[in-house]
């Protein structure tokens, strides 16, 4: 089995060991898995490079979805020969599936909620907390149906490729519902890490005037997924108990957590704000929903990155 | 007369120099009235001090209104002998007559939209453009009513030193309506000035993204004040019209146009958000009014406002 994997970020790197072992090239520690080193069989600094005349079987897009900046389907064009090879964005957010569909329809693309709690540092060590989950789906359309998912070769071919890996595998019957019920967390709480003055998670689900408006800005986000995705986001979690579920996870975490939308601001990259925000924002306004709160912190996280990024170099 | 301005920053100073003129202390230079000197009669550095016998006429409170920090009636304790002494508060934003009205249920208090563009520099220098007027009108309630003001004495007087003080006077029939108007404005910009990562008043109202959220929250900002007054705010511009004049203002405007809030923010002292948006929110609440991007920037600007505190010493 031939796997591309693009992105050697901390995602990326982590499943990369865990679906190959060989020695050298990335160190890995992880509370899960203990301390690990990996040479891939090839690491290329492009995806043309990449393109050595095989056909991947797998092509697993780890990188950040930034689809403001670039269109991440083009990227693949020198390593994608037929419609054969399975796209799997490992990425949070919605709507990071529409520029793949376009530029391959006829190519199956699973889509994934993702869970790894890893995070790179400067010397290329990746540490690794206790989360190597994967949710999947094969991406159908944007209301996630994927009922009877193992009757689809694609979808119990990449369960056993995980689960034999030591990945835990989860194929729930909608993947874009899970993928909303996270966004609702994310999209409220990520842009207000940036703009309240760079506070951590545990900061803002302890201010009661924070945590208020997260809770309101989750509300305007399960209505949105809701109404998208025709029903429920969870199937114990009705909408009224999302909220509190989701900051009484953020105050059991180690602090400070920082968020990843803040980890990326402070370092002066790009967030990740389309397909958190953006995408979700026009799937409100598409379905004639208000999202007030939602599309202030859009606004001004996006003029704040305007001046943040400018301050560097272009890269 | 015996006036007791209280606050030496721009405005009290500006203030200070066209109502008296003596020489040394304080050096101005203005646009509109040339290069000034002043010597005040006496300078003390508290209300405690001033407290010399002698009746005051008028108490000019030019201080920033920060009712969430100490009770702004509090301080004047010391220098009001009798109901007979005009409350004078040169300062902008909603309810900060709330504070004297239940300490000084008696005393006439004059309440206003202030103009001045002046700007205090650590020399002592105040620097003003061509701006000195002041809009006020004898505070009788929230509504603002002050039909026929000038048949009151209170109003008649106080027009006439400012006059001959060479300031411009205006007494419009409704001053809270005016306070609103200017409200509307400094509500939405001001907490956006600093929450989307310290831009300039002409960067917010240029960016596309930012000028519609202005615009936006202008209108929030708009249904509350008509609410909370009983009609339009202006004479002239229709609701629909005054966010436009805003912006156009803001554009015309030389630049970089730092906000007030912004450049208190930057100096790391306490931002007038109670007067500009807390008690704006809090009548909107009574009135079953939503404001959602105004209470969203709220939020944000005092979580940012607790860690630019915290990172100094309290004073």
Same mark, same amino acid.
């Given at each position: 089995m031939h796997t591309l994997i693009v992105g050697a970020g901390s995602v990326?790197?982590?499943?990369?060991?865990?679906?190959?072992?060989?020695?050298?090239?990335?160190?890995?520690?992880s509370l899960r898995y203990g301390k690990h080193k990996f040479i891939p069989d090839g690491v290329y600094s492009s995806c043309k490079d990449a393109s050595t005349g095989q056909e991947y079987d797998y092509i697993m897009v780890c990188t950040k979805a930034l689809p403001n900046i670039a269109d991440p389907a083009e990227i693949l064009k020198p390593v994608i020969k037929s419609n054969k090879t399975v796209i799997v964005l490992v990425q949070n957010g919605i709507g990071i599936e529409d520029p793949y569909v376009k530029t391959y329809p006829e190519n199956p693309i699973i889509t994934c909620a993702v869970y790894v709690d890893g995070k790179q540092k400067p010397n290329g060590l990746v540490e690794h907390g206790k989360l190597m989950e994967l949710a999947y789906g094969l991406h159908k359309n944007k209301k996630g149906d994927n009922s009877d998912p193992f009757k689809n070769g694609v979808i119990s071919n990449f369960h056993n490729i995980l689960t034999s890996g030591g990945i835990t595998s989860i194929v729930p019957t909608n993947i874009q519902k899970l993928k909303w019920f996270k966004n609702v967390w994310n999209a409220a709480i990520s842009p207000m890490s940036?703009?309240?003055?760079?506070?951590?998670?545990?900061?803002?689900?302890?201010?009661?005037?924070?945590?208020?408006?997260?809770?309101?800005?989750?509300?305007?986000?399960?209505?949105?997924?809701? !109404?998208? !995705?025709?029903?429920?986001?969870?199937?114990?979690?009705?909408?009224?108990?999302?909220?509190?579920?989701f900051i009484n996870y953020t105050l059991s975490l180690p602090e400070p957590f920082i968020l990843s939308m803040l980890q990326d601001y402070l370092n002066k990259k790009p967030m990740e704000h389309h397909v958190i925000l953006k995408n979700p924002i026009d799937e409100a306004k598409k379905l004639g929903i208000d999202v007030p709160i939602i599309e202030t912190m859009y606004e001004l996280l996006i003029m704040a990155e305007k001046k943040n990024l400018s301050s560097i170099d272009k890269h």
């Amino acid at each position: 089995m031939h796997t591309l994997i693009v992105g050697a970020g901390s995602v990326g790197s982590m499943y990369q060991i865990m679906l190959q072992s060989k020695k050298n090239g990335f160190s890995i520690e992880s509370l899960r898995y203990g301390k690990h080193k990996f040479i891939p069989d090839g690491v290329y600094s492009s995806c043309k490079d990449a393109s050595t005349g095989q056909e991947y079987d797998y092509i697993m897009v780890c990188t950040k979805a930034l689809p403001n900046i670039a269109d991440p389907a083009e990227i693949l064009k020198p390593v994608i020969k037929s419609n054969k090879t399975v796209i799997v964005l490992v990425q949070n957010g919605i709507g990071i599936e529409d520029p793949y569909v376009k530029t391959y329809p006829e190519n199956p693309i699973i889509t994934c909620a993702v869970y790894v709690d890893g995070k790179q540092k400067p010397n290329g060590l990746v540490e690794h907390g206790k989360l190597m989950e994967l949710a999947y789906g094969l991406h159908k359309n944007k209301k996630g149906d994927n009922s009877d998912p193992f009757k689809n070769g694609v979808i119990s071919n990449f369960h056993n490729i995980l689960t034999s890996g030591g990945i835990t595998s989860i194929v729930p019957t909608n993947i874009q519902k899970l993928k909303w019920f996270k966004n609702v967390w994310n999209a409220a709480i990520s842009p207000m890490s940036v703009i309240s003055g760079k506070h951590s998670g545990g900061d803002l689900a302890r201010n009661p005037g924070t945590r208020s408006l997260l809770i309101k800005a989750m509300k305007e986000m399960i209505k949105v997924g809701e !109404t998208a !995705t025709g029903g429920p986001l969870h199937d114990k979690l009705s909408a009224s108990e999302i909220p509190d579920y989701f900051i009484n996870y953020t105050l059991s975490l180690p602090e400070p957590f920082i968020l990843s939308m803040l980890q990326d601001y402070l370092n002066k990259k790009p967030m990740e704000h389309h397909v958190i925000l953006k995408n979700p924002i026009d799937e409100a306004k598409k379905l004639g929903i208000d999202v007030p709160i939602i599309e202030t912190m859009y606004e001004l996280l996006i003029m704040a990155e305007k001046k943040n990024l400018s301050s560097i170099d272009k890269h």
